[in-house]
């Protein structure tokens, strides 16, 4: 007989187990699968898709029995306790398979089209999950379940918490080993030619009074900072250029109405300075230029001042004709004050001092600093003269000693800028000169 014409359908799931309830529930316990196929759906860009079955499926036509009643007994497995599909499909392995009662009408068991399901349900889907624990049949045992045994891996029974693959390999892909420890680099060895030329600087500056730990300091500043942008410089010429960098410089003079006040122990040289100041502004600056002089009264200590032509004779600095003629003169041009000797025990001149300093609020206070004095003496005197608010140097008798590293580490210690510095000249007299940072610092490193 021939099979009826019905149309088929297309189911699609997740498994074949999933599919099968709901085929036979549509086309009936006998419908037929004609058609399997697999792929992917879903996800993004190509990730986290995840598998799919679809199984094309058309309902059943009437059976035909093919066996007589007689002989039931004996072939028939319904009769025997076995199953049609296992009489059929599991033949013992000693006995080879031939199809029963081939005749003219009738092609071959394995020509004939695939039977149709049972009706019983259950026992299809015990069945599929059998085969996919046992793999695929063999060719010669063709059947209704061969399409579907083509891929025994899709078959397989997933799990229902299954880790999605794609998941998986986006993990171990992301993943990466921790980074190992790295120990840490030793410190980097000092050159030899550096060696021995940081042993030079440091004996160049300590013969010149520098101390140590300052030597050492400006030592350490240039090779950190100042050769790692001048690789093709000297560690000399490092070491000049931070000295220039840490030598204070004091702000510059206005072009009218200036006041530079010297303030210094006796034998220091700051009258001497002053003198030079005076004499150096009147030959060559277009401002003119006067000199008040302070000196101490007899009685009490006060201070008084002479300022030609204002001040002819000494006058009490307090008074309103002082202030008046300091005034006047300064707006007039440059003023130049030389104050009277201090000690660091004249605690009562120097208050009176300060005071006057604090009204007249002059642009620069100097500080006559002889260049002969030690590194200890050079610090107690600056210590002492810090409530003056000086703000500069005026190096002294610097041609009677080459320890000039004194006076520029006493500068950088308390932030003072060296301005001028003062010697005697060859043809007598003395000489005023302006100190340049750069000048100084290649005066100590030559």
Not at 82 to 91: G, H, V
Not at 95 to 121: N, Q
Request: positive net charge; charged residues 25%.
């Amino acid at each position: 007989m021939s099979r009826a014409s019905v149309d088929s359908r297309t189911y699609r799931g997740r498994t074949v187990e999933e599919l099968l309830p709901r085929i036979q529930r549509e086309l009936g316990a006998d419908a037929i699968i004609v058609r399997r196929r697999e792929g992917l759906t879903g996800g993004l860009a190509g990730f986290f898709q995840r598998p799919f079955v679809e199984l094309e499926a058309t309902g059943g036509g009437p059976r035909v029995d093919v066996y007589d009643e007689e002989d039931l007994a004996s072939v028939s497995p319904l009769a025997s306790g076995r199953s049609t599909y296992a009489s059929e499909y599991e033949p013992a392995p000693d006995i080879e398979h031939e199809p029963a009662r081939a005749t003219p009408e009738h092609r071959p068991f394995y020509e004939r089209e695939p039977p149709r399901l049972r009706p019983d349900g259950a026992y299809v889907t015990e069945r599929l999950a059998e085969l996919a624990r046992s793999g695929p049949p063999e060719p010669a045992r063709a059947s209704v379940f061969e399409p579907l045994a083509r891929n025994p891996v899709a078959l397989a029974p997933s799990a229902p918490d299954a880790p999605d693959p794609f998941a998986v390999v986006l993990e171990q892909a992301a993943w990466s080993p921790p980074p190992k420890p790295v120990p840490p680099r030793p410190p980097r060895a000092v050159a030899p030619s550096h060696t021995r030329a940081r042993a030079n600087i440091r004996s160049a500056l300590l013969e010149l009074g520098v101390s140590e730990h300052f030597a050492s300091e400006l030592i350490d500043a240039a090779a950190a900072h100042i050769l790692p942008l001048a690789p093709r410089a000297g560690l000399s010429e490092a070491v000049r250029a931070a000295l220039a960098q840490r030598i204070p410089v004091a702000p510059p003079l206005p072009s009218k109405g200036a006041a530079i006040v010297v303030v210094g122990p006796g034998g220091s040289g700051k009258t001497s300075c002053c003198a030079a100041l005076l004499g150096a502004y009147r030959k060559g600056s277009p401002l003119p230029a006067s000199c008040a002089t302070l000196v101490r009264g007899a009685a009490g200590g006060e201070l008084r001042m002479l300022l030609s032509p204002h001040l002819m004779k000494p006058t009490p600095i307090d008074t309103q004709r002082s202030i008046r003629a300091l005034r006047k003169t300064r707006s007039e041009g440059l003023l130049v004050i030389d104050t009277p000797p201090l000690s660091r025990g004249d605690r009562s001149g120097m208050r009176r001092l300060a005071t006057l300093l604090g009204e007249l609020k002059p642009e620069r206070v100097a500080i006559a600093l002889p260049a002969t004095l030690g590194a200890r003496a050079s610090t107690q005197l600056l210590e002492a003269l810090r409530p003056l608010g000086a703000n500069a140097l005026a190096v002294t008798h610097a041609d009677e000693t080459d320890q000039i590293g004194v006076v520029v580490e006493a500068a950088c210690t308390f932030g003072l800028a060296p301005e001028y510095t003062l010697d005697r000249a060859r043809a007598g007299g003395w000489r005023l000169g302006r100190l340049d940072p750069t000048r100084l610092a290649a005066t100590l490193l030559r």
